[in-house]
Each structure stands twice: as C-alpha cells, then as structure tokens.
C-alpha cells in the first residue's frame, strides 16, 4: 500500500465528532474517558474443570470479560467419543460434550454479571442453547445474559475449515439466531463477523476490512430476508478484527472499518444509526508470535495492542508470549493481561478520545484503506456478494496469494522479523512442558459415557427428531 505524505480530506465530512456518523473517531462519544474497552482472554483448555480456574483467575485478576475457546472436534460437531475425534479431544480449547460440561465451564461464576463471548461457529446454536440451560440451572433468565457468538460461518469457507453444512442451511442457522437473541430480548451479540481469520490466513489490512464487510453485508441481507427487520439485529451485529504490528496501518484500519461500515450500512439499508455502528473486538496477532526469541512477542503484543486501542476497539484480548510454544502458562497469561492494564491505567490514552486525529499520516492512511477497501467490495458485489464470491473461490485465492507474497517478503528479508530473519542468535527455545492428552481424552471420554447412561433414550429420540423436522422445515 502507498503511504500519502499528507491529506486532504474534508475534515467536516471524513471525521465527524466521536459517536457521531460516520464514526470514524469512535463508535462512542466518550469512549475510554467513561470507562476502559472490555478486557476479555481468550481461554480454553481441555476440560472444563480446568478451563473453569483458569476464568476464574483471570476474573481475580482484573479481567472484565470471559471469551471461550473451543476444542475442533466441539467446532466440528463430534461428541468427544467419535472416532473422528480421536487425538483431537481438548488441544486447542475446552472439550463440551454436554450441558453438564457447560455447567462446570462457568461454575462458580454468575453469568448475569460476567458477559461471555463464545468462538464458536458451524455450532454456534447447540452451543448458545447449552449456555442458555446453563445459565436456567443458575438461575439466570434469558434476558439477562450478555455476550456474543461468533457464529460466522463465511468466514470458515474462507480461511478456517471448521463447517459443517451447506452454505444455504449455515447461513438460515446464522438469520435463525439473529431471531432467536432478537425474540428473547438477550443482551447478546448474535454474530462476531470476524476479520481476524482471514488476517492470520494472510489477508492483507485492506483484504480484512473489505472481506469482513462484505460478509456483514451477506449477513445483513439475509437476515432481511429471513423476515427479522433489522431494527430488531442491526444494533447487536459486531465484528472481530486482528491487530498487527504495522502500528499506524492498524489504527487507520480500524477508523476506515468503522466509517466505510456506517456508510455503506446506510447506502445500501437506509440504517439508523444504532445500526450503522461499527463495534469490534481486537484479538493481537497469533500469527505474528515466533517460536524464536519468545519474549519478543511481549513486545509486539505491546505494540498491536496500542493499536487496536488507539483505534478505539471496545473490546480486546492480548496473546501470551508463549503461545507460539504451547498453551499460554498461568504467568504469561496474567502478564498479557498486566499489559491492557498498564495500558488502560498508566498511559494516559483513556483521557482523550481519537488522539491520532487529524495526522495527516493516519487520516491519509484511513482514506486510502477505506478507499481500496470499498473497491474490493465492489468486486465482490459483482461476484453475485458474499456467498457467491465463496463458492468461486475468489476470497480463498486472494488470501493465498497475499500469504504467498508475505511470506517471501520474510524470506527475502524485505520485510524484517527480529529473532527470525534479523537479529538471530542460537538460543534454544524453552521447553515447555505440553499436558497429557492421551489422559484428558480418557477422562472425557469417561464424563460422556456417564451422561448417555444417565439419559432418557426414548426422550433423546424424540428431540433429534423434533430438531430434523424443524430443520427441514416441516415443523407445525
């Protein structure tokens, strides 16, 4: 991308006020001088016993949110005892096999008071139906529960993988939890269009702001036409972006999203502006964390995380430094939750809200990533939109190739990377020892058993068939 030298923008029509349309200068507006953004780890570790302490830790420590990691065979739809299943059970998130394993997830924490945001997609309505019942058992009605569920199925065709059905099907699934949050009056976010996966597949800045968009326009449109009036979803719609080490670059990312959302949400729906509102959670880059040198990535956590606040997320998650080793220690993740705090409590950037405004560096890149952006989206509007621009494969081969030309730019050493192409020295990474998961497995395997002896058969027979008619559309 180009880096204009200066700007010459209309500062009265690109930048508004804070809070105001087009937003670019923040969703809000008081933004972080009210309060700071959410600080919301992302956790998940084999079983839910475990990843229970681990959440209450993390809310001991000054966490304001709870954000769920999920093992593959729970994002793929198989019970723990599949054979498909078989050596994946509780490696990269916590293994949910039932409302039971749920029950134990958030033991002990009241689910009206925490917001829990869950990454969970192609299953993303058996997962928000086992919180519900969860959150029944503790006594917590349904209009008293906040969070958000990803639920955004685009975006796993594009980089991720982890789908079950058929497009058409996958996005009713999505239009029906629009309906189902919108009708149980939740204070939850029924969908998290999610940038970040592309990002970490390779898109470049200006690919995640464009592909991420034009998925929320599908979305928008289906839900439309699934009868759900976007009154009713358009307020709760938020989006889930990466935070990279470009620090300027990112900041301009940010802005642009947020005013190319609201005006395009105005163009094409005649949005209110409850519903133009951009709103967003920033993960920083799992893909920028190396293996070599690892306390490195304190750094470049440090650095993305300025970022994303400096662009006013309002909701943030920091990556442990060890994470390209293993699953984050108890240590390295209370010290990447140490950084939001220092930079919440020390900096001084809760004071001041869009201090990057009016630079022209910044301004000037907001132009041109809004600007190439909405070229980007346009394409795909010619594509047939979101869906159909997935079945051609355009989105998979774009990524591919920006990944392509990453990666020989790193290998090229145009573009640096301290500890791996530059500044390297021989020290060994450190040994971290990885649980048993042979032995997590078992256990699992031992917890379900109990639950399908303990269950009325007759009962479950009538349920799945109850859910197969309702899928097929046959239902009363």
């Given at each position: ?10 500062p ?60 593959l065979?729970?994002q ?29 997830l ?50 796993e ?12 099907p ?159 220690s ?74 392509w ?6 290998e ?65």
């Open positions: 991308m180009a880096h204009p030298a200066d700007w010459s923008g209309d009265a029509r690109e930048l508004g006020e804070p809070g105001a349309f087009p937003f670019t200068r923040g969703a809000y507006a008081e933004m972080y001088t009210r309060r700071p953004w959410t600080m919301r780890q992302y956790a998940g570790f084999g079983t839910a016993s475990e990843t229970n302490l681990r959440f209450r830790a993390l809310l001991a420590a000054g966490q304001t949110g709870l954000s769920t990691a999920f093992d065979p729970t793929m739809g198989y019970d723990s005892d599949h054979a498909m299943a078989s050596g994946e059970v509780g490696r990269v998130g916590v293994a949910i096999d039932s409302v039971e394993d749920l029950k134990t958030f033991q002990e924490i009241p689910l009206d008071r925490v917001s829990t945001s869950m990454t969970i997609n192609a299953t993303a309505a058996i997962l928000l139906a086992m919180y519900v019942v969860a959150a029944e058992e503790q006594g917590v009605s349904r209009d008293k529960l906040g969070g958000t569920v990803q639920n955004d199925v685009l975006k065709y594009i980089a991720r993988g982890t789908y079950i059905y058929p497009a058409a996958s996005l009713r699934l999505v239009t029906d939890i629009f309906r189902f949050v919108a009708e149980e009056k939740m204070n939850f976010n029924p969908i998290s269009i999610s940038g970040y996966h592309m990002r970490e597949a390779g898109a470049t800045a200006v690919q995640e702001v464009a592909f991420t968009l034009a998925n929320a326009l599908e979305y928008v449109r289906r839900g439309i036409d699934a009868g759900v009036p976007l009154a009713a979803f358009g307020p709760r719609l938020s989006f889930f972006f990466a935070a990279h080490n470009d620090l300027f670059e990112e900041v301009a990312k940010f802005r642009a999203a947020r005013r190319l959302y609201a005006r395009l949400m105005r163009e094409r729906f005649n949005a209110d502006d409850a519903s133009a509102r951009f709103r967003f959670h920033t993960q920083t880059g799992g893909v920028t964390l190396q293996a070599q040198q690892p306390l490195n990535n304190v750094v470049r956590v440090t650095v993305q995380a300025l970022s994303a606040v400096l662009g006013g997320t309002q909701s943030l998650h920091t990556n442990a430094f060890d994470e390209a080793l293993a699953l984050p108890q240590e390295s993740a209370t010290l990447a939750l140490r950084t939001q705090q220092v930079l919440a409590f020390e900096s001084g950037m809760t004071r001041h809200v869009d201090p990057l405004a009016g630079s022209w560096y910044v301004e000037s890149l907001t132009d041109r990533i809004e600007a190439d952006a909405r070229a980007l989206i346009e394409h795909v509007d010619a594509l047939g939109g979101a869906a159909a621009a997935v079945e051609q494969g355009y989105f998979q081969q774009a990524i591919a190739d920006s990944a030309a990453i990666q020989q730019a790193q090229s050493g145009e573009l640096s990377v301290v500890g791996v192409n530059r500044f390297t020295d021989e020290s060994p990474a450190p040994q971290i020892p990885l649980p048993d998961y042979g032995a997590l497995e078992a256990g699992q395997k031992q917890r379900l058993a109990l639950v399908k002896a303990k269950r009325d058969a007759a009962a479950v027979r009538a349920a799945l068939d109850a859910v197969r008619t309702a899928a097929t559309g046959n239902a009363a």
